[in-house]
């Protein structure tokens, strides 16, 4: 049975379809969840994805965190299972308290539309399992707030712990460390700037987020939520 | 004495009395303010309709030609194309950011009236010098609206222009193109047919911004020592996560079919969305303005009708649907209510609450068939006796810095525009055309076709020879298609000039229309839509005559990413089509400030057979790069491929200054692997399209024989520091 990706749509999203294209093209299942949605329909993986959820008034992720589905994601998370933050869903991860840190403005004060170098930091994560350590990838960034910050104690535990999976090659927009994307300790809430659904068909001048979007669509891992639960 | 409220409000005194002949009486002032905002120039057309006439509009597959919020051509396999192109250049000299802003958000709009989901908008930006402190202001400004209204609202931006000259100095254009796509049964149009229908007002509230938009900023002109600022309340002031959610309740409803005709508002605002409505469909309206909800308290009843308060839709439905359309529009968080009701007999009415006391009764349909329409003198140019062909000398002059001079990589602006949403963006910004996966709107399902997509203006072709100039910004256009295997299909103008009560201007604008209606029917294209921007002048003087077209393309089958402008090393470099060694209308003429002409000779035939050749070769994956030859000539062509890959060239047969900037149309430049060079010009042979071999590419020079050679490396970051050193990292605004 195909792996069902549970799409969460707040008002402000925009990368919803792209997810759903790109997970459809490898085979998975894709559904779209209504930010106000009691239930995750039990679905065998979430995903947040890119956009502006809410205006990104206050603060990027401030006010979807507060959207009805977040609890239910919380407890997902809790249980095991899967959920990926892309872009703008790496914001709203961090201002959840998913995953630690915080997302600020670009070094340059721009909006940044390119192609990113990253490198591989860690294979032991959801979304990074099928690729190797070292491996350089390609992939696009679209962001303004896509600056990693954090503080020392918490850098410190997120190296001592592998938990940054990717880091950028040639920093594009002042983040610590060059952190594009981390894991949680429990490793299956990733958070990352870049989208691999943007670089998942030849057409589109990147391949390289295929290995990443099927690491996600393998079969559930033991210890994982129950599909059939929640 | 005060001025009569007619004239204050930008009506004529003529115009005054023929609303009160239409009336049989004389107009109340909630009234004047009606028909002064829809008798406007920007919503009336009243200096250029006659013009416009002359325009080829009909072609195969279009479904709806200019006259409605956007043109509609069918593309196959079930899809149609909206496709429209606006400006915002009055509001976006005066507030930069929010200018260019509700520029995007308006054509968005116009776009999803359609029933399309808008997928692509492009943005061909004009400035005034880079060294002007004012044009970096403004440029700065409305890049950065763009980027934070268009990436917000979620429709990528791919592609555009950026340029920098003088004659747009305190006069920036800022002209914007969208493209959607829909279902073609899902198409709506803005009628409000059926007795007992129901006008409902969707999305923001109505503000005092935006009043008198179209009358104050967009049908007047900029003059010398007026305090621009004080137009400011003018310029609207945008939303995009109001416009996003506006988007999708308003597809939410034409998927449930549950909207009769609906109507974007903007220039004019409800005075226009609800008698275009009611005209359009041959019927009335009443208006119960007091049923409109307000962002402000004591707003006057003009203020409420002529606001241009952005992200509001007007959705014409039956009574029967009423409950589940405002609760498509509960989900999306978009208000939503009741303020009109169609009825018989064409009289549009303001009301104070349905039966209440009535604040204005007009007659529709003479808020648009009866505005003035205007036969202004026209009177061509003096022309002064000044040619610049003899210029045709390197004495004194350095190629190499000329060429240096010229080279600007548009990335800055781009780079901070999200051009890749919804994964169609095979190739983006920067590209000679756009091209985009065809996707069906619904399913998703990939139709293996590609949309392609290019805008195109020169001021400078146009300014030496508005007719010819024209036509060469059509054909180029044709070109830039070509570069991605596409063929032409449809065009929308943009009609940028200056003032049309200054008989030059006048006479620009109908030899440019003529211009382009030559290259339109020499090419079967059909014009789907337009704009027209007047009065773009500034202190008295006139800009430069700028038509700027979008248009549409096909690829047919879209398998593998066509070539791009990139040399590839070891190539053999092949321009293809005929030239005359000419200056005039170049860009090196007129940056020496030698502006005469003639334009080099346009053949629209042999232009045909050079497309058609480019087409050809790129199709059956003969070449590896290819940038078609326009402003800067054959040198900034060849020049332009060498930065953008980081290869250099050696080439020789260019005899002189004039070929090396001379703009003669119709060329290309192709890079081809040497093993396929003899197939490369056999095929352009056999199209009838004359080929020259140039040399190769490679190396870490740009070298012209007997002409010019500068290190790659230093043009390369001549290439990428201008923007960035004369803009800078900036500052954020908004």
Known sequence: MSTRVGIVLFPGSNCELDVAEAVRSLGGDAEILWHDEPSLRGVDVVVLPGGFAHGDYLRPGAIARFSPVMEKVVAFAEAGGPVVGICNGFQVLTEAGMLPGALQKNAGLKFVCQMAQLRVESVDSVLTAGLTVGDIVKMPINHFEGNYTCSEQTLTRLRSNDQVILRYVGNPNGSLDDIAGIC?????????????ERASHELLGSLDGVPLLRSLLAPATPGCADPLSG | MSEPLHRALGLTDDEAAEIERILGRRPNSLELAMYAVMWSEHCSYKSSRLHLRRLPTAGEGVLVGPGENAGVVDVGDGIAVAMRIESHNHPSAIEPYQGAATGVGGILRDIFTMGARPIAVMDPLRFGPLDDPRSRWIAEGVVSGISGYGNSVGVPTVGGEAEFDETYRDNPLVNVFCLGVLPVENLVLGRATGVGNLAVLVGAGTGRDGIGGVSVLASAGFSEGEDESAKRPSVQVGDPFEEKRLIEACLALYDAGLVVGIQDLGGAGLTCATSETASRAGMGMDVDISAVRRREPDMEPFEVMTSESQERMLAIVTPQDLDEVLAVCRKWEVSAGVIGRVTSGGSLRVLDGFGGEVLADIPAASLHDDAPCYDRPRTPPARDAQGDDHVATTEGVDLGEDLLAMLLDTSWVWRQYDHQLFLNTVLGPGSDATLLRLKHPLTGRDTGRGLALTTDGNHRWCSVDPRQGTAMVVAEAVMNLATVGARPVALVNCLNFGNPEHGEVMWQLSEAIDGMAEACRAFAIPVVGGNVSLYNESGGADIAPTPVVGMLGLVDGLDVPPPTTSLVDGSRLILIGDHVAALGGSRW??????????????????????????????????VNSVHDVSAGGLGLCLAEMAVRSGVGFNVAGIHGLAELFGESPSRCVVGADPELAGTVLRVCESAGAPTTELGFAGGAHLHVEDLLEVSLTEASSRYHDRLPSALGAGTTQG
Request: proline letters at 11%; charged letters at 20%; aromatic letters at 2%.
């Open chain 1, 184 to 196: 949680n300790e429990g490793r299956n809430v990733v958070g990352l700037m870049p989208h691999p």
């Open chain 2, 589 to 622: 003429a007129f940056e020496r400030g030698q502006r005469g002409g003639p334009l080099p000779p346009l053949d629209l035939r042999a232009h045909s057979r050079v497309a058609t050749a480019v087409r050809d070769l790129v199709n059956g994956g003969l």
